[in-house]
């Protein structure tokens, strides 16, 4: 099965009327209100654990397609705005709902992974998902579980991508991790487990050692 079957299937939790809109869309994108299918999808991605991990398909077939048939970018600008206006209100939202934020820092860098500009990630994107993990990186979050195995998951997702546009940022980051990691009091083992996880695999050029797979997974399913 190709990409869009597997993004159709991703839709399933949508209503009747919702899925054959993005489906439209993803077909044929100059015929619906793109911009309410920006924002169909961010609201999704926000309370939709499993969506927020795999919206960034959807929304860079549908900003192919609009490319393709039109030549503009009505939905990549509506799904920026809608972004940048959610990371402006990120604090509001991890207060609100730690559940919404965790969704909405997994779809930004899932944005971030699939969007290219002549095929390298958008600059645009790069402050505000440094600036996300680097939140993720101060210690009321390192002393919940969530928020530590979010910040890691991105890491392995986008983290060598990331460094490559802009590493000074990284080795911040990286600096925090160990200071957490070393000082922190109050992480549970798992959080320690998954944050010298991390720093290692950084320190291996972004790659996982055989030691190092068998010694943390073993640890994570005793």
Not at 206 to 217: E, H, L, V
Request: proline share 3%.
């Amino acid at each position: 099965m190709g990409d869009t079957g597997k993004e159709e299937y991703k839709i399933q939790s949508f209503d009747t009327e919702t899925q054959q809109l993005l489906k439209t869309a993803l077909k044929d994108p100059s015929s619906v209100d793109l911009e309410k299918v920006a924002n169909i999808i961010v609201d999704q991605s926000l309370k939709d654990s499993v969506f927020s991990k795999e919206a960034g398909r959807i929304c860079y077939t549908i900003i192919q397609a609009e490319s393709k048939q039109v030549g503009q970018s009505i939905f990549r600008r509506s799904l920026l705005n809608r972004l940048q206006q959610e990371y402006k209100d990120r604090e509001e939202l991890r207060a609100r709902s730690p559940q919404a934020w965790i969704c909405y820092v997994t779809f930004i860098c899932n944005i971030f992974d699939y969007l290219r500009v002549n095929n390298m990630p958008m600059m645009a994107l790069v402050n505000p998902v440094y600036e996300c993990l680097f939140r993720l990186a101060q210690p009321d979050s390192l002393k919940k579980e969530e928020e530590v195995d979010c910040l890691v998951l991105q890491l392995h997702r986008i983290g060598e991508q990331l460094e490559k546009m802009n590493s000074q940022p990284m080795d911040e980051l990286f600096s925090l991790l160990r200071d957490g990691f070393l000082l922190e009091e109050g992480l549970s083992s798992l959080s320690q487990l998954l944050l010298l996880e991390i720093i290692e695999f950084r320190a291996a050029d972004w790659k996982m050692t055989d030691a190092a797979q068998k010694y943390y997974y073993s640890e994570v399913t005793d």
